[in-house]
């Protein structure tokens, strides 16, 4: 089966003078997939996903997105297959309710009214949003205002969704809000999930994570491949996620954790079945 995305020995420069912020990166996402993509500030990830959604054209190597490479001709038909949640929700409004928020974009598309209120219904009920449909925007909570965003994103039925540090903004409640919003939808859409993110936690609910590093790919593998790289992450500036830092703790006290629990929601099920229950 053909990827739903391919790169293929991409680099991208702003300006000849400048080191690449992208350097001859090539890898593949297949549909249905949720891939993480980590890295320290300048290490590439949002130029990335620029590239995806066709925002950027790299200099040298190929993009293609579902059938269609990247070109001028076909950025359009790509962008409609590519929806984006970024970093600041307050950034992302335009309507002055939440349901003609998440209807915006499919004005623009000319998505004709009746379908427009059933597409806008159901992308609130996905995204447990549809009892504040008339709330203003502001008077939302920052999980609430990203759970909108996605449902924007939704509601224009994408087959790739990018997080461009969709969480990096919000608050520990908020950020376990959205992560399960973003896992419930995919399953249900099957849709393919590329997370932009230095956010080690958030990474570790995906089914793969590459490492970036001054615009190069330097690491690839499952969560727990590249958790179980330590100081590697920290070399690159990453911090491990809570439960690694707990799983290392528990192994000083002769308390060995199986490495299939990654998140902290598997770690308290396993302490609770494995030790505090017995």
Do not use: C
């Not at 076909?74 to 349901?99: A, C, H, L, Y």
Request: glycine share 8%; aromatic share 4%.
């Amino acid at each position: 089966m053909k990827p739903i995305i391919e790169l293929n020995a991409i680099t991208v420069r702003y300006s000849e003078e400048e080191r690449a912020a992208l350097n001859n990166v090539s890898f593949s996402i297949n549909k249905g997939e949720w891939v993480a993509l980590i890295g320290h500030n300048g290490s590439g990830k949002s130029t990335l996903a620029k590239t995806i959604n066709g925002l950027i054209l790299p200099q040298e190597g190929s993009v293609s997105v579902g059938e269609l490479p990247l070109n001028e001709e076909n950025i359009w038909n790509i962008r409609k297959m590519v929806g984006m949640v970024f970093q600041n929700p307050d950034n992302q409004f335009v309507g002055s309710t939440v349901e003609d928020d998440v209807a915006f974009g499919l004005e623009n598309q000319g998505i004709p009214r009746e379908e427009m209120l059933v597409r806008v219904k159901d992308a609130l009920e996905q995204v447990r949003m549809s009892e504040f449909a008339t709330r203003e925007p502001a008077r939302l909570s920052g999980g609430q205002k990203q759970r909108v965003a996605i449902a924007g994103v939704v509601a224009l039925r994408p087959d790739i969704i990018i997080l461009d540090e969709a969480t990096s903004m919000l608050d520990p409640e908020g950020r376990e809000e959205v992560i399960a919003t973003i896992k419930k939808i995919k399953e249900k859409n099957n849709l393919t999930v590329l997370s932009i993110t230095h956010d080690i936690d958030e990474a570790a609910n995906a089914n793969r994570v590459l490492v970036m590093r001054q615009g190069k790919l330097v690491r690839e593998g499952t969560p727990a491949e590249i958790f179980s790289a330590g100081p590697e992450l920290i070399e690159l500036g990453l911090d491990l996620p809570f439960p690694e830092k707990l799983k290392a703790a528990l192994k000083q006290r002769g308390v060995t954790v199986p490495q299939a629990y990654l998140t902290e929601e598997g770690m308290v099920d396993w302490l609770w079945t494995s030790v505090l229950n017995k």
